[in-house]
């Protein structure tokens, strides 16, 4: 699957996010548009449909927040399930897979310098799944 990450800030401080009107436009499978940055966090919007692949992030904590939908982040001995109104933190370090059977509208707060797709594993590191790749 393709992604479409996008990790410009789309909006500058005192200025109005539409997070419905961008999500009604998005056409794509799996979106995911930086909002903001609140100090040294970003704000990001996901529409997203299908299954990301496995990955991690090494060094940072990653919150999803639904708005709409659902979504099923894969751990390695659970899935969390999350609905409207409902988030999670993903802790650093630990291998997970966001899916989502049906257009699901998401927020994530995350550092700045996390990189979206996860942390490319170092050669001879043990890896679930495939690794990130850029669309």
């Not at 009604?24 to 040294?40: E, G, H, M, S, Y």
């Not at 692949?53 to 659970?78: A, M, P, Q, S």
Request: proline share 5%; aromatic share 6%.
């Amino acid at each position: 699957m393709k992604y479409d990450i996008n990790t410009g800030i789309k909006y500058g401080q005192l200025e109005v996010v539409d997070v419905p009107a961008i999500a009604a436009a998005c056409r794509k499978k799996w979106f995911n548009q930086t909002l903001v940055q609140v100090n040294d966090s970003v704000v990001r919007l996901g529409v997203v449909r299908g299954v990301f692949h496995w990955h991690k992030h090494v060094h940072d904590d990653e919150f999803f927040f639904v708005l709409e939908g659902g979504l099923l982040i894969d751990l390695k001995n659970r899935t969390i399930k999350l609905g409207p109104g409902q988030g999670v933190v993903v802790p650093k370090d630990v291998m997970h897979r966001p899916r989502a059977a049906r257009k699901t509208v998401m927020l994530m707060v995350e550092t700045r310098r996390i990189e979206p797709e996860g942390d490319r594993p170092r050669p001879g590191s043990l890896h679930i799944g495939r690794k990130a790749r850029r669309s």
